[in-house]
Antibody, heavy 118, light 110 residues
Framework: QVQLVQSGAEVKNPGASVKLSCKASGDTFTRNLIHWVRQAPGQGPEWLGFITPSGGGGINKYRFQGRVTVTRDTSTSTVYMELSSLISEDTAIYYC???????????WGQGALVTVSS | QPVVTQEPSLSVSPGGTVTFTCGLSSGSVSANNYPSWYQQTPGQAPRALIYSTNTRSSGVPDRFSGSILGNRAALTISGAQADDEADYHCMLHWGSDTWVFGGGTKLTVL
């Protein structure tokens, strides 16, 4: 059974960093790309970046150049996303999602609310 | 980054057919953009419906279909049902490794 289990909600001050985790079950970690997508209140989703089974990947350089890092820990089948230099507009629900077919994000984590506030 | 455009809202009668479209501010959408479509209800994560233009994700009924219409990607729902009322998001592939979402279309079934 495919499961993506994310870490919990975070509250951060402006200028801080946040690191979220996403633990993948089964062979998802070794077979599928894992993406990070966020959704601010009342807004559409926004893609942040991804990591491949071999540890490669990419980020949304148009919006997050230098602020987003996606990494993984093979010993625990966990993917991480770190967002730095937080501003209030980074307040959103952050999801990880599995890609199974080009553009088919078919399984999603439960989401983690990140609140940026002083 | 490129801007993906969608209708802000659409409505359909139960049993009717509705088509959503998805365009690019910088030009035409083609199969090379691997258009995908997601359905989202309040408080839930997006659910994959269509990917790579016209492939249904697992478990999606065949009344959902995808295509390219002119210079835009399209999602068509045939035989609309009350529980199709949701937000529908388009996602396009751009450049070598970037995905971009549209702002979404709110569907009302009435």
């Amino acid at each position: 059974q495919v499961q993506l289990v994310q870490s919990g909600a975070e509250v951060k001050n402006p200028g801080a960093s946040v690191k979220l985790s996403c633990k993948a079950s089964g062979d998802t970690f070794t077979r599928n790309l894992i993406h990070w997508v966020r959704q601010a209140p009342g807004q559409g989703p926004e893609w942040l970046g991804f990591i491949t089974p071999s540890g490669g990947g990419g980020i949304n350089k148009y919006r997050f150049q230098g602020r987003v890092t996606v990494t993984r820990d093979t010993s625990t089948s966990t993917v991480y996303m770190e967002l730095s230099s937080l501003i209030s507009e980074d307040t959103a629900i952050y999801y990880c999602a599995r890609e199974n077919g080009v553009g088919n994000f078919d399984y999603w984590g439960q989401g983690a609310l990140v609140t940026v506030s002083s | 980054q490129p801007v993906v455009t969608q209708e802000p809202s659409l409505s359909v009668s139960p049993g009717g057919t509705v088509t959503f479209t998805c365009g690019l501010s910088s030009g035409s959408v083609s199969a090379n953009n691997y258009p995908s479509w997601y359905q989202q209800t309040p408080g839930q994560a997006p659910r994959a419906l269509i990917y790579s233009t016209n492939t249904r994700s697992s478990g999606v009924p065949d009344r959902f279909s995808g295509s390219i219409l002119g210079n835009r990607a399209a999602l068509t729902i045939s035989g609309a049902q009350a529980d199709d009322e949701a937000d529908y998001h388009c996602m396009l592939h751009w450049g070598s490794d970037t995905w971009v979402f549209g702002g979404g279309t709110k569907l009302t079934v009435l």
